[in-house]
């Protein structure tokens, strides 16, 4: 490995790590033909930024006035203001878990102001979901069965709008429709129940500027409200309305990976987060007009390839392949044979732009408040949606036509690709099981060992993808069955892990189970919003056991979080009552977890003992029946995965 971390006791990938050891083949092939090529990628300007600052690794650099920078030592242990090293460190989480709700109440307000639109016919777009639909307005209280349809979706439009921007304290319509009946009586008994997720952002930045609040506890207890507004009123509404707009998705067989571009074909990438645009474009790109234009230029066909959460979303409904996650946006452009990249919010990489200048491909973005140098501009406003049919072929057309301008000389595409089965929900996914009965039989019987939810980013601090494929890979032959989502799930993907063909790989018990059922043992539910499904199986399967949810054999592994969307995410799991399991530290003074489940010694100079006792011992778990602990190196970190669910099945008396 490059270079030992001493702030994060953890050794950190360099670009020469990831360029010989990244997961997938074609990762390292593409990482080779760039660095040959002078051609600079995020791994590069990792290398670059080294050592990186110490005091904001462990997240106690306070920048919240202009007193500062103040950075806390033994010998320093005040801010000017006087702020606590529990104060500034967790403000910061709280605050990029207000940061990462505030971008996926851009994407819910998206697909919000969408299903209005689509029901007022101010845009053409049938619901296809109108099952969904008719179990989102139940829960949601919106109608009767025999309410018309369309008078449902307004309905259910306004309310979840409503939830997102309110500033009355009211509670939230989403989470009492959807969270699980058991924990929303605890939430309010705790005092944790949220308001808008507007008056949750509001609060949490209000209470986390110099001379908000003095107490750090109570600025978690505002962190874990604020995650609970983003995982209903930013995940579910998102997750739900695309369900309802384009129809759940169906399980897909199908090859994904670098290789599934084609140097005769327009190769298309589709990335970001909202469908909204894209399933549009995908639209106009089957139709006879966009096609036979790629005929005129002489292209075979046109491939689309998908990335990043959009990528799910379209491989989930249609089958489009999926190319990769967060951290080969860069490496793809070098196969020179990209022809466009059409992107909506979210994760887009500003190095992106001078790479696509390399080799020509035409970016184009979409999204109205996201912007690009140099990319084409055909944003999508929600609040004025008429344009987009005309704009979603204008789109489609520009992208074919970058065709035209390829640069032949350049292509060097890797041959990899991975067979994979994907898309599921939790009612196929529970199906494919015989049901949720079943499932649990397997896991209190112990062929199945527990369920783990794998999720979020990769981050080139570890070579590239490395800890997502290694963690899975000990969890399955440890008879643990993996539920995966975003860019993790990109990296399981490309690693053959979501294919029947790794069943060979699980442990007896998961194998069986995987046999009978015809799945993998890594089950892909979607993009980052779809974790709202990843806790509907927990949910449903504690329901099931008559348990509550922090007493079973659950774990949430993220190996290489990076944006401040998973940080919301990773709140809402331990509010949930799941332990989670992080790679790097979420920039926290919390030392690392042993194999045992254990912290490690705390070093003063390093850490916060107070913190360490919360997050990793008795506090978090008094607090909500979590503990969050923290393990880079991967084969330790599927040991204190597996050690957390074997503590849960022990209590459970399940271990014999
Ligand atoms: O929402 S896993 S890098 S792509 S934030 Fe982004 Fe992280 Fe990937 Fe989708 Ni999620």
């Not at 307000?109 to 099952?131: F, Q």
């Not at 070098?334 to 466009?340: E, F, H, L």
Request: aromatic share 4%; proline share 6%.
């Amino acid at each position: 490995m490059g270079r030992y971390s001493k702030h994060l006791a953890s050794e950190i990938a360099d670009s020469t790590d990831s360029r010989l050891q990244a997961a997938n083949p074609a990762v390292r092939e593409m990482i080779s033909h760039l660095g040959e090529s002078g051609i600079e990628t995020v791994f590069d300007r990792l290398d670059a930024q080294q050592p990186q600052c110490g005091f904001g690794l462990r997240g106690v650099c306070c920048q919240m006035c202009q007193w500062g920078p103040c950075r806390f030592t033994t010998k320093s242990p005040r801010g000017v203001c006087g702020r606590t090293v529990e104060m500034i460190s967790v403000s910061n989480m709280a605050r990029a878990a207000a940061a990462g709700t505030s971008a996926q109440m851009i994407h819910a307000r998206e697909m919000i102001l969408t299903l209005l639109a689509a029901v007022r016919g101010e845009i053409d777009l049938p619901l296809k979901g109108t099952h969904r639909l008719r179990e989102v307005g139940n829960a949601l209280k919106a109608g009767y069965p025999w309410t018309p349809l369309d008078q449902i979706a307004e309905r259910v439009g306004e309310i979840m709008l409503k939830d997102l921007e309110r500033a009355s304290g009211s509670a939230l319509e989403t989470l009492n429709g959807f969270a699980p009946r058991e924990l929303r009586a605890f939430w309010s008994k705790a005092g944790l129940q949220p308001r808008s997720a507007a008056v949750e952002v509001m609060e949490t930045l209000h209470i986390t500027t110099l001379g908000g609040s003095s107490d750090w506890h109570s600025i978690f207890e505002q962190a874990i409200r604020t995650s609970l507004a983003y995982a209903y009123s930013g995940l579910v509404t998102s997750s739900v309305l695309s369900e309802v707009l384009y129809g759940s998705p169906e399980i897909q067989v199908l090859e994904v990976n670098y290789g599934v571009l084609k140097p005769d074909h327009v190769n298309i990438l589709v990335h970001g987060h909202s469908p909204i645009v894209l399933e549009k474009v995908l639209e106009k790109i089957d139709s006879p007009e966009i096609q036979a234009l790629a005929r005129e230029l002489g292209a075979e066909g046109i491939v689309v390839g998908g990335m990043c959460c959009t990528g799910h979303e379209l491989l989930a409904r249609h089958g489009v392949p999926s190319v990769t996650g967060v951290l080969g946006q860069e490496l793809v452009l070098g196969t020179g044979a990209v022809d466009a990249v059409v992107v909506d919010m979210q994760c887009i990489l500003p190095g992106m732009e001078a790479v696509a200048a390399c080799f020509g491909t035409e970016l184009i973005t979409t999204c109205h408040s996201n912007r690009i140098p140099g990319a084409t501009h055909i944003p999508f406003d929600p609040e004025q949606p008429q344009t987009l049919d005309d704009d979603a072929l204008r789109i489609a057309r520009t992208a074919v036509e970058a065709f035209g301008r390829r640069n032949r000389s350049t292509i060097r595409i890797p041959e990899h690709t991975s067979q994979v089965m994907a898309g599921f929900t939790r009612e196929t996914l529970l199906n494919s099981f015989g049901g949720v009965r079943p499932l649990v039989g397997m896991v209190e019987r112990g062929d199945i060992r527990g369920v783990v939810g794998m999720v979020g980013c990769s981050s080139p601090k570890s070579a590239c993808e490395t800890s997502h494929v290694a963690i899975a890979r000990e969890l399955i032959a440890a008879d643990t069955l993996v539920l995966a989502s975003g860019c993790s799930a990109h990296a399981l993907l490309n690693a053959g892990l979501c294919s029947t063909d790794a069943i060979e790989l699980a442990g007896p018990g998961l194998r069986a189970a995987c046999q009978e059922a015809g799945v993998p043992p890594v089950l892909v539910v979607g993009g980052c919003s779809d974790n709202t499904r990843i806790i509907q199986v927990f949910a449903g399967m504690a329901h099931q056991a008559e348990m509550p949810i922090r007493d079973m054999p659950f774990v949430l592994s993220g190996p290489e979080l990076a944006h401040e969307k998973p940080m919301g995410q990773l709140l809402a799991v331990l509010a949930h009552g799941v332990s989670a399991v992080v790679g790097l530290s979420p920039n926290l003074p919390i030392p690392n977890t042993a194999a045992n489940g254990e912290p490690g010694p705390v070093d003063p100079s390093m850490h916060s003992e107070l913190l360490t006792e919360f997050f990793c011992g008795e506090g978090l778990t008094e607090m909500l029946g979590s503990r969050l602990l923290v393990q880079p190196d991967p084969a330790q970190a599927a040991q204190v995965i597996l050690a957390v669910l074997d503590g849960k099945r022990t209590n459970l008396g399940w271990n014999g």
